[in-house]
């Protein structure tokens, strides 16, 4: 049976990683222009879709990205354009704009589904770097009995507290207002370009230090 150190060292991984905290704000930005019903089913869809990706790659992923040929680090480079074009149209309000076109369209089951699978659930919540982290996780809890369903147990509950971070969020939307929120999407999105560059340098490195 894992440890005590075992279940905290990866639970401490993955709140690195994910960031909840991080999220919350970011969570805001992109769910502009949506009441608190639509707001809070897009947190719930998004929630359940990354703890879905994180149990998938927790069981297989090693399997799926050898089969496929696909390495850690270019994924974590596609990650990264991905998080790029988000922050690009953060910083210049076509998100905003988007989501005021899309605000009706976003009632529907689909829409809700789609936007909360990208760019919420993946790659914000389930990103190459959290996705990476659980790969690495499961390989080292293999090697223990009951490790992996104990390390399952640790994934739930940290998307649990990405809920409960969006949750919180919501709430925080009443006292910004257009401006507030203005702001705040531009400096999110400044703040999501600089982390979409890490992601590509970071992997973009480990590809060339790998064929070096």
Do not use: C
Not at 38 to 67: D, K
Not at 100 to 117: K, W
Not at 121 to 147: C, E, H, N, R, Y
């Amino acid at each position: 049976m894992p440890n005590v150190a075992h279940v905290f060292n990866a639970f401490t991984t993955l709140m690195v990683t994910i960031d909840p905290p991080g999220l919350a704000p970011i969570f805001l930005a992109l769910t502009a222009g949506m009441d608190r019903e639509h707001r809070l089913l897009m947190a719930t869809r998004a929630t359940l879709i990354a703890l879905a990706v994180l149990l998938l790659f927790l069981a297989f992923g090693s399997g799926i990205l050898t089969t496929l040929g696909i390495t850690l680090p270019a994924f974590r480079v596609a990650g990264g354009l991905l998080l790029f074009v988000i922050a690009f149209e953060m910083i210049f309000e076509k998100r905003q704009e988007r989501h005021e076109r899309t605000s009706q369209r976003a009632l529907t089951r689909d829409q809700v589904i789609s936007i909360a699978a990208f760019p919420l659930a993946v790659p914000l919540i389930a990103g190459p770097g959290t996705i990476s982290a659980t790969i690495l996780l499961s390989d080292q809890f293999s090697k223990i009995d009951w490790g992996r369903l104990m390390l399952a147990g640790v994934v739930v509950f940290s998307v649990a507290l990405v809920l409960a971070a969006f949750v919180a969020a919501e709430r925080i939307d009443r006292y910004l207002g257009a401006t507030g929120r203005s702001v705040l999407t531009r400096l999110l999105g400044l703040l999501l370009a600089a982390l979409s560059v890490q992601f590509v340098a970071d992997g973009a490195l480990a590809l060339f230090a790998a064929k070096g």
